[in-house]
């Protein structure tokens, strides 16, 4: 089993950056694809990017894509994900989530059922 807990949230104006970090527990981490999604009131839950277990290959949002960049630190069960150039419209509550079922990159990364563990999640506000 794998438990997921994030931090680094917070209010942050447009154009500025802030770093996610999502430490993960349970022997599997290291070798599970791990994903961000986030969700904004009244929306669904949207795939940010995910990754394989070495971090190598990622797979990452068109909306987020030259903005934000995912990584693992498997030696201190920890994924981060970069956001640079931050919008409003990056205002989300940010979740990590795991797959403990597959070990690169998911097929069907974009799909919430894909994951089996899900953090409680981090808020982010961009202001204009």
């Known amino acids: 089993q794998v438990q997921l807990v994030e931090s680094g949230g917070g209010l942050v104006q447009a154009g500025g950056s802030l770093r996610l970090s999502c430490v993960a527990s349970?022997?599997?981490?290291?070798?599970?694809?791990m994903g961000w999604f986030r969700q904004a009131p009244g929306k669904e839950r949207e795939f940010v990017a995910a990754?394989?277990?070495?971090?190598?290959?990622?797979s990452v949002s068109d909306s987020v894509k030259g903005r934000f960049t995912a990584s693992r630190d498997n030696a201190k069960n920890t994924v981060y994900l970069q956001m640079n150039s931050l919008k409003p419209e990056d205002t989300a509550v940010y979740y990590c989530?795991?797959?403990?079922?597959?070990?690169?990159?998911?097929?069907?990364?974009?799909?919430?059922?894909?994951?089996?563990?899900w953090g409680q999640g981090t808020q982010v506000t961009v202001s204009s």
């Open positions: 989530a795991a797959d403990e079922e597959e070990t690169i990159v998911p097929i069907m990364p974009a799909r919430v059922a894909t994951y089996d563990y």
């Open positions: 349970g022997r599997t981490f290291s070798r599970s694809a």
């Open positions: 990754m394989g277990w070495s971090g190598s290959r990622t």
